[in-house]
C-alpha cells in the first residue's frame, strides 16, 4: 500500500519500488510506474497501484480419481503482474487517495482465476488416474497440466498475468483410505523386519555354534597336549629311574667292592695281628715256661694287683705282719738257694 501524507489540502504519495502507481487528473495520465513519488490533490485524482513483484498462491482443493477416491491437491502458484496498464483496466486497482487502501480485491480475482483453472485441469487429470497411479506419479502428471493450461488460458495474458512457476506439493487420499494404503506396506516392512530378526538370530546362531565348536576344538586339543605331557613326564620319569637305578647299580658295586677290599684287608691285618698276637703270645709263654715258680708268683701278683681297686692305704696288725715277715724269712733262703 502506497503512503499517503497530508500537507495544507494537498496529498503526497510515495509508493515502493514494486509497486506501480498510475495516476489521472482529470482523466489524464499524470503520473505512470514504479516507485513514484508526488504531489496531487484528492478531489481530481484517479489512483491505481498494481504490484509488480511475484507473488505466491496457495491453494488446496478436492478432486476424484478414476476409482471414485477423494484426494486432496495442496499446489503453489508464482505469478506476477507483467503489464500493469493493462491489469488496471481490467481489475479494479484503484486506491483511495486519502488513505491508499484499495477500494476493491483485485488480488482475490486474481487468485479466484488462477485457483478455478488450475483446480480444473487437475480434475481433468485424476478423473481418468486411479488412486494408485495418482499417488505414484500424480504430482508430475498434475503440474506438468496445471503449467501447461495456465499457459494457454487466454485470460491470463488479457489481465497482463504470467505465470513464473507451478508447483504441487502433494496428492493425498482420505485418512482411512491412505491407512488402508499404508498397511501392505507396512505388513511388507514388518515382514523384512521379521526377515532380518530371523536372519539376525540364525547368523547369532550360527556363530555361538562356530565359537562352540572352537572352544571344543580347542579342549581336544588340549586334552591331546595335556596326554602328550603326560607320556612324556612318564618316559622322564622311568628314564629317571632307570638312571637311578643304574646310578645305584654303579654305587652299590662300588661300595660292594670297597666292602670286599675292606674286609680283605681287615681279614688280612686281622690274620697279621693274630699271627703277631701268637707269636707274642708263643714269645710270652716260652718265657713263663722258662721262668721259675716264685717268678711266676710275683707276676701273678702283680697282674692281680693291676686288677685290684685302688687301695690308698693298708693297716697290718702286729700278728699278720709277724707272720708275714716270718713267711718272707723262710723263703728267702729257698730263693737264695
Known sequence: MADITRRFGWRHLRSAPTAHIRHHKRGV???????LSFWYRSLSAALSEVPVNDRELAMAFHART???QDVTVQA??????????????????????DTGAWRGAPLEQIATLLTETAQQHTLDVLARTPLAAALVDGVAAVRERVAAGLAGEPRLPATGIDVVAVRV?????????????RTPAREQ??????????????VAVERERTIAENELASQIELARREEQLVEQRGTNTRREAEE??????????????????????EAEAAREVGAARAEAQAAWLRVHGEADASTLH????????ENLPHIDSLTLSP????????KLGRSAPETRA
Open 29 to 35: 495520465l499524470a503520473h505512470d510506474g514504479a516507485g
Open 319 to 326: 700278728d699278720v705282719l709277724t707272720g708275714l715277715l716270718a
Open 298 to 305: 710275683a707276676l701273678a701278683a702283680t697282674r692281680l694287683a
Open 189 to 202: 516392512i514388518q515382514q523384512e523386519a521379521d526377515r532380518a530378526t530371523y536372519e539376525r538370530r540364525a
Open 244 to 265: 637311578h637305578a643304574a646310578a645305584d647299580k654303579v654305587r652299590a658295586e662300588a661300595e660292594a667292592a670297597r666292602a670286599v677290599r675292606l674286609a680283605r684287608a
Open 169 to 181: 506439493v502433494a496428492i493425498r487420499p482420505e485418512a482411512e483410505v491412505e491407512r488402508a494404503l
Open 66 to 68: 478414476a476409482d471414485f
Open 76 to 97: 503453489t502458484v508464482t505469478y506476477r503482474i507483467s503489464d500493469p496498464a493493462e491489469a488496471a483496466a481490467r481489475l479494479d486497482f484503484s486506491v483511495d487517495p
